[in-house]
């Protein structure tokens, strides 16, 4: 049994070493400066490790060394490599390792022990927020989010919420659906709160773009008709997307309108412009999502290139003559037939969304005329 750096040091300096030395340095990962979450990282590992019962060294802050004298290190460094790459899926740094066969690589395993070792300084704990160790918990919540999707049946998952349009009749007819993932389904199915954490949602969200555009891909006749679905603008731009809207056939195309939320943090003027124009060049229709009345200038919204705007409207406040507030000049000179009136949360809102000019709302039930 080793004790720590210098039990580890001596082995490799008594010529006695054997096996393999898998070396981890979590440095990179992010959030790992912060010991709960590195904490909860060194716990996901130290699991892999377990069924394969190496010798597991601490050296410093970030790193971990586990020596396999007696078993084959392969499965381990395969379940590192995957880890590795679904960190990268994540655009997150990822834990660096390397591996050394020994008693040959010893040498230079001992001169990166002597490298990292004094940096191992006892350190008090910080103090946390109730916030701060509430997103640190996250990290174990998206190890079981993550996995309940790679086994799940998206298609179980999803829900669709249409769009209607009010005609000159009086009418209502369907523009097109909007297909989402029932965030509420996901909870219940893994049993973890996911909307009242917004870094976990964060986290998560490409990884539902990703499902949810490849369940496009799986049930192509949903695109017989106009649907919808959101992604995030750097989604646009990723592999996924870009190989399932290059096999779509024009009318396809057409059929697609993909909404981009006007409050994604990580939102900018470039990235929606980069996004925007991908999906022109591949025919689709555009729409921002989650603008409200406080909007009161466009910003960076290349609104000549866009097809519809979708407003949130809950918690409208009306007037003693049930009127809202008027929209916007921007939104007006956009066009308020293209402006869609999420979820009215009453006849006396739908109403006074019809009174602002507004022809498109988004609920479950088809309007009564």
């Not at 096996?19 to 990962?29: M, N, Y």
């Not at 499902?211 to 192509?220: A, D, L, S």
Request: with cysteine; hydrophobic share 45%.
């Amino acid at each position: 049994m080793l004790t720590g750096t210098a039990g580890l040091l001596r082995l490799l300096g008594g010529g006695d070493s054997r096996g393999t030395a898998v070396v981890v340095d979590l440095a990179e990962v992010p959030y790992a400066e912060n010991p709960l979450f590195r904490q909860s990282i060194v716990r996901l590992l130290d699991n892999f490790a377990a069924q394969f019962q190496p010798e597991v060294v601490d050296v410093g802050r970030f790193t971990q060394i586990f020596l396999f004298e007696d078993t084959n290190a392969h499965p381990f460094i395969s379940k590192l490599r995957a880890v590795a790459a679904e960190f990268a899926d994540q655009h997150m740094g990822a834990p660096r390792f390397s591996i050394h066969h020994l008693p040959n690589d010893a040498g230079r395993l001992t001169a990166l022990l002597k490298r990292v070792a004094p940096a191992a300084v006892k350190e008090a704990p910080p103090t946390l927020s109730a916030a701060e160790q509430q997103q640190l918990a996250g990290v174990h919540k998206l190890a079981v989010y993550e996995q309940v999707l790679a086994g799940a049946d998206v298609s179980a998952l999803v829900r669709e919420s249409p769009v209607w349009r009010r005609g000159q009749n009086g009418r209502w007819a369907l523009e097109f659906a909007e297909v989402t993932v029932a965030l509420d389904h996901l909870e219940r199915a893994v049993g973890t709160p996911l909307r009242r954490d917004p870094w976990l949602l964060q986290q998560i969200t490409p990884v539902l773009d990703r499902r949810v555009i490849r369940h496009f891909q799986h049930e192509p006749s949903r695109l017989a008709t106009p649907h919808s679905l959101n992604l995030q603008w750097r989604s646009v731009l990723g592999p996924v997307f870009l190989e399932f809207v290059r096999d779509l056939t024009y009318d396809q195309r057409r059929n697609l309108v993909v909404e981009i939320s006007a409050i994604d943090a990580d939102l900018t003027a470039d990235g929606l412009a980069d996004a925007v124009d991908t999906l022109r060049l591949w025919d689709c229709r555009v729409a921002i999502d989650h603008l409200s009345l406080r909007h009161s200038e466009s910003g960076y919204l290349p609104l000549p290139a866009l097809d519809y705007l979708k407003l949130d409207i809950g918690g409208l406040p009306l007037d003693a003559d049930g009127a809202a507030p008027p929209l916007p000049h921007w939104m007006v000179e956009f066009g308020a037939d293209r402006i869609v009136a999420i979820h009215p949360r009453s006849n006396e809102a739908l109403r006074a969304c019809l009174g602002l000019g507004l022809l498109l709302v988004e609920q479950r039930e088809k309007p009564v005329p």
